[in-house]
Nanobody, 125 residues
Framework: QVQLVESGGGLVQAGGSLRLSCAASGRTINNYTMGWFRQAPGKEREFVASINWSGDSTRYAESVKGRLTISRSDARDTVFLQMNSLEPEDTAVYYC??????????????????WGQGTQVTVSS
């Protein structure tokens, strides 16, 4: 089994920062496309950021460009989402997901098969 575990969420004031981490137990996420998605109450799950298998190509939702940064560890076994200049609109449960083997940075949920349980990010005004 592949299990993805997100961590690093919490409550911060607007303008603050958080760093989310996603690590795998069981099968490795090394050399897989990885993505971050988020879902607010009553809303559809939306794309946030993705990174290709090697970590040298990324894609972002327009709403987070310049504020959120996706990266992965040198061993490619952990994925991060550095969140700066947070806004109340960023409040959501954030999920990491694994996509294709040696894949590119994809943007649609259907291209990701394995999902974590999510971590709550709450940004107060």
């Amino acid at each position: 089994q592949v299990q993805l575990v997100e961590s690093g969420g919490g409550l911060v004031q607007a303008g603050g920062s958080l760093r989310l981490s996603c690590a795998a137990s069981g099968r490795t996420i090394n050399n897989y496309t990885m993505g971050w998605f988020r879902q607010a109450p009553g809303k559809e799950r939306e794309f946030v950021a993705s990174i290709n298998w090697s970590g040298d190509s990324t894609r972002y939702a327009e709403s987070v460009k310049g504020r959120l940064t996706i990266s992965r560890s040198d061993a490619r076994d952990t994925v991060f989402l550095q969140m700066n200049s947070l806004e109340p609109e960023d409040t959501a449960v954030y999920y990491c997901a694994r996509g294709g083997w040696y894949g590119g940075a994809e943007v649609t949920p259907a291209q990701y098969v394995t999902w974590g349980q999510g971590t709550q990010v709450t940004v107060s005004s």
